[in-house]
């Protein structure tokens, strides 16, 4: 079987694009994404106030990073999102996206890039570990990470 080819693209998906990938990836979040947020306003949300880092296999949005650059100082950068279909798990989407996004705020001279994980998702904070995120701080049931740049 040949695997379909993955192209890394950064803000081209639009909110149509953003919102069909996170119902197909909703219960792959810890919790559910739909018992945290509505997603037809955080799709809106990310499209106009992120920067997107997309995997894309036969025209369908794989994977996603959604990420805010928008400190006036440029220092810190927070992910709000991470997600890759089901059926591409485990292909290293996620690895590679993280990667981009580490660049691109490297290259935009902001200083850290943090995100937020709920504490029982072991898998997702095993990938921040492997890209150098440290535990900060925790908040509930959520463990802040961060990555100096």
């Known amino acids: 079987m040949i695997s379909a080819e993955i192209n890394y693209k950064i803000q ?3 909110e149509k694009d953003v919102f069909t990938h996170l119902k197909k990836c909703k219960e792959n979040f810890v919790p559910a994404l739909d018992k945290t947020v509505n997603i037809a306003d ?3 949300k990310i499209v106009e106030n992120s920067v997107t880092f997309e995997a894309w ?3 369908d949005l794989a994977g996603l990073i959604a990420a805010y650059f928008n400190d006036p100082k440029n220092v810190a950068g927070y992910i709000t999102n991470v997600s890759v279909l089901h059926d ?3 292909k290293g989407l996620a690895s590679r996206l993280l990667k981009n996004c580490i660049s691109y705020a490297a290259e935009n001279n902001f200083k850290e890039i943090s995100l937020e994980v709920f504490y029982k998702n072991e898998k997702a904070i095993g990938l921040y570990q492997k890209n150098g995120f440290i535990e900060t701080e925790q908040k509930n049931d959520l463990i802040i990470m961060k990555k100096y740049l």
Do not use: E, L, M
Request: cysteine-free.
């Open 88 to 90: 591409q798990a485990g």
């Open 57 to 59: 296999v036969n025209n």
């Open 12 to 14: 081209s998906a639009d």
């Open 42 to 44: 955080y799709s809106k």
